[in-house]
């Protein structure tokens, strides 16, 4: 086989001698479809409902049940309910983005291969790299959240932390052995629950607002006219105002870092062309219900002066640091502390899952590049990448760190990485996109074709990448190997598709067998 039989050079494009053998496996594997069972590969046996609710229980975590509490103190309720808002429609113009790209080729590799394949394979490297690292952090920052968590019922601490660090570890590392039909099943049953709670929250702050407290009191919009509905932050006047607001879409920003993992279930998604698309979509509705609900919610039920409000940003992770809990303690409402905690640990072991599931396919996907060592494209007969999960786990001991006072301190300067991690992730997504248009446009392709068309572009991706590059700037490998940026006349937009038609072709086929479905399957479909 040629090097140009891959749409483009790989030697003139200056990709290493890895990628460019990688790339010529795969395509010996598009060309004679039975050397794929040969191949060591994932499985398909993801949902829709399940890639809905994994995008959902990514996403819906301790940065709005607990974060929005200091982006009330900060903001004020309207300023937080905008920050809330203006960042959740950034979010979806880069999930949007996403969507465009993993529908057209739901390839296994991830956001690093639509990054290597349409802009350059040394942001590809960098991406893979990045967003792996955010999750060798997250993943034990989660698992020592749920530790504290824990420690809200046990203050006397009968239990060494220690051992409830390494039993949460135990745990999730069973579910990812599992398989990812049996990780699918229980994380979308884990985020319904996540869902639940939720709703009952917010239920619970509008019943409240509205006289149903054991007060009778009709709260209403009180707190948006007195203390006001901007705070000021840092500064005093419209300068401290506008801080609030900053520091407001800092924090949401992290709130929302992990919707995008959608993307990195794009390879083990059954039907991805119709599944993905649909998943996209309902993230509109699940921001503007989930996160600006929320926030709304919360601005009418505490007030951003409440001296409660103030000692609960100032508590760890745990149901003491919820505006929740502090409005349940103003309408004197008792034992609701204890269900907002049960629920957070629910959150934060959910997140911990999750997370381990994306950084060892992160790390699986870098290896089917060539960009990490070959080991970590071994799967066991599940479509387990057991030792990309097994390096993902022995990061998880990084938890042990926060167990002493003086090492603590270290483990929070990796977290405090974390938001820059997954901002950079959203912008090279982004601006992966944009090369991708552009390289349609080049090659005389029309994005009505594609399976799905991303809302609002071009300028949609060009917004949501200069406005998270300045959220975030307010808060080698290219040189040693010479590479440089695809032009889009040589993007190659060809290998890998053909698979990928046939296997959409075959799933359809087969579902066409089973015969028309019922009313009630039809009403689980569209859940």
Sequence with gaps: M?????????????????????????????????????????????????????ALGGAVGTGLIIGSGTALRRGGPVGMLFGYSFVGFICYLVMCALGEMAAYLPHKKGFSGYASRFVDPALGFALGWNY???????????????????????????????????????????????????????????????????????????????????????VGFRYWHDPGPLSTYLKEGALGRFL?????????????????????????AENPRRNIPRAIRRTFWRILIFYVGGVFVIGLIVSSKDQNLFTATKAKTGAAASPFVVAAKNFTIKGLDHVINAAILLFVLSAANSDLYIGSRTLYALAAEGKAPAIFRRVNRMGVPWPALAFCTVFCCL??????????????????????????????????????????????????????????????????????????????????????????????????KQQIDEE???????????????????????L
């Design 2 to 54: 040629s090097k140009t039989d891959l749409g483009y050079d790989a030697e003139k494009l200056g990709v290493p001698p890895p990628l460019a053998k990688l790339s010529s496996s795969t395509s010996r594997v598009e060309e004679d479809p039975t050397l794929l069972e040969a191949e060591e590969t994932l499985h398909r046996g993801l949902k829709a409902r399940q890639i809905s609710m994994i």
């Design 399 to 496: 938890v042990y760190l926060n167990v002493e006072a003086s090492s603590a301190q270290v483990f929070t300067y990796f977290v405090s990485l974390v938001t820059f991690f997954g901002a950079t992730t959203w912008m090279c997504i982004v601006y992966s996109h944009i090369r991708f248009m552009k390289a349609l446009e080049v090659q005389g392709i029309s994005r009505s074709t594609l399976p799905y068309r991303a809302p609002f572009q071009p300028f949609g991706s060009w917004f949501a990448l200069v406005i998270t590059a300045i959220i975030t700037f307010f808060k080698g490998y290219k040189l040693y190997y010479r590479t440089r940026v695809i032009p889009p006349a040589e993007v190659d937009l060809v290998s890998g």
């Design 132 to 218: 792996l690292f955010k999750y060798l952090i997250v993943t034990p920052n989660n698992l020592s959240a749920a530790g504290i968590v824990i420690r809200y019922w046990d203050k006397e601490a009968k239990v060494h932390i220690a051992a409830w660090m390494t039993i949460f570890i135990v745990i999730v590392l069973l579910i990812n052995l599992l398989g990812i039909r049996f990780f699918g099943e229980l994380e979308f049953w884990m985020s319904g629950i996540k869902v639940l709670a939720l709703i009952g929250l917010i239920l619970f702050g509008l019943i409240c607002d509205l006289g149903g407290n054991p007060h009778h009191d009709r």
């Design 504 to 526: 959409e072709e075959a799933y359809l086929e087969k579902e066409e067998a089973k015969g028309p479905r019922t009313t009630w399957q039809k009403i689980w479909d569209s």
């Design 244 to 268: 609030g607001v900053w520091s407001v879409m800092t924090n949401a920003l992290f709130a929302y870092m992990g919707t995008e993992l959608i993307g990195v279930t794009v390879g083990e």
